[in-house]
């Protein structure tokens, strides 16, 4: 299976892929525990910005409610395992049920009154604003004092019930990552993929030549929504406690999409890259300006630099690097015409 999902790409991806999966694999060997924590949270927002990126970078529909997925996915998979004692090996499951749900209820709603651009943007934040106020006033969910999860077992490798060490978690964030870049790439290469690509150009000439429209947009939210719930299920097991003014927050949106955005929007690799670009060199900044003792000093120079990689390269630095490499063919990501003449 994941032959086919790669046939076609030259060789010379491939192996830039093994390597880079291959130093990925052995990191937590050469890494202290404060690197390790950074590679953790670089690769879980790797993998929400692929989720996202199925949206807005495959199908045209931009949306800032992604923590609304995340944190219902969270919500799901910790209430069922703090008040039933339902691992989340299975609590999961309804976890991307519910996100995906969630998803599904946005869209039909949004595409139902042909909602679109950035009204669907805003759709997507007042409903994840809606649920976090939700989810704020539930009582039996801890409301707005937190569900907080048992802590035990830090020093194993219990995937069943995912308590273990950060290692098993940067393992399992890393699987999950690897698995999202395939399920984009089998997509991309499907009819579903060239639909969403068609509809993304011209929403109305894509119409015009038979493509169910209601459905591949609803199909992109369903599954980019179902796969950010299965994100939250981690993000509830390494943090061990769920506050909904965090969870559900629309920093914690910004956060998941800026990777996708720095990287290359409608990329394959692009997500992953601007991922595991962007949260060293916020750590960094951190470090350098925690002597400073200005408020919002380190926020101000974090905006600076983001806002100059987008100036600069509003595709994405991703494309670039592609083309120099010789990796923009179809194997390890999809550069459009558009996307390689700079538009």
Known sequence: MIETMLAGAP?????????????????PLFVNAYALSVLILALY???????????????GLLSLGEAMFVGLGAYASAGLFQKFGVPPVLGLFLSVAVSAAAGAAVGWLAFR???????????TIAFSEFTRILVDNWAYLGGSEGLFLHVSGLAG??????????????????????GMFLLCRYL???????YWRAIREDQDAARSLGVDVFACKMAAVTISSGAAGLAGVVYA????????????ALSHSIDMLLGAVVGGVGTLFG?????????????????????????GVKQFFWGVVVA????????GLWPMIAGALGLDKVGLDKVDADEKSGR
Do not use: H, K
């Open 188 to 194: 991309l290469a499907s009819r579903l993929g060239y």
């Open 11 to 27: 060789r010379r991806a491939l192996v830039a892929l093994a390597l880079l999966l291959s130093a990925l694999v052995a990191a």
């Open 237 to 248: 097991f390494y943090y061990n406690n769920l506050f909904p003014e965090t969870a559900f």
């Open 271 to 295: 997500p992953i890259f601007g991922a595991l670009l962007l949260t060293p060199l916020g750590e960094a900044l951190t470090a350098a300006t925690d002597g400073l003792r200005l408020p």
């Open 113 to 123: 009154f042909d909602i679109n651009g950035v009204y669907f943007a805003l759709l």
């Open 45 to 59: 927002y790797a993998y929400t910005g692929q989720a996202w990126n199925m949206m807005i970078g495959f199908a």
């Open 157 to 178: 490798w219990d995937i069943v019930n995912l308590r273990g060490s950060p290692v098993m978690f940067y393992y399992v964030l890393l699987a999950m990552t690897s």
């Open 308 to 315: 100059a990689i987008v100036l600069a390269r509003p595709t």
